[in-house]
Nanobody, 125 residues
């Protein structure tokens, strides 16, 4: 069974940090780009960051540049999103996704092959 499982979400105060993980089972992430997306209540799902299969190229939404870092460990079949200096507007359900075309079509939702189930991130004092 092919699965992507996110973890690491939670409640954090403004200015705090969280590290999200995205673990794959049933298939290898080696040949996929990985995208992180988020969806806040009442809003459309939006792209946050993308990393190519080799990890050699990344991109970020303007709203998270300088605060978030995407990475991957193909040996562990896992991708990560380190989130620092969190703001209340970062509150959302965060999803990881595989992208068979790498980051070329990111952040278009139609480019996603597989979605994780999502993990809630709440930034509040």
């Amino acid at each position: 069974q092919l699965q992507l499982v996110e973890s690491g979400g939670g409640l954090v105060q403004p200015g705090g940090s969280l590290r999200l993980s995205c673990a794959a089972s049933g298939f290898t992430l080696d040949y996929y780009g990985i995208g992180w997306f988020r969806q806040a209540p009442g809003k459309e799902r939006e792209g946050v960051s993308c990393i190519t299969s080799s990890g050699g190229s990344t991109n970020y939404a303007d709203s998270v540049k300088g605060r978030f870092t995407i990475s991957r460990d193909n040996a562990k079949n896992t991708a990560y999103l380190q989130m620092n200096s969190l703001k209340p507007e970062d509150t959302a359900v965060y999803y990881c996704a595989t992208l068979s075309e790498g980051c070329y079509y990111y952040p278009h939702i139609s480019a996603v092959d597989y979605w994780g189930q999502g993990t809630q991130v709440t930034v509040s004092s």
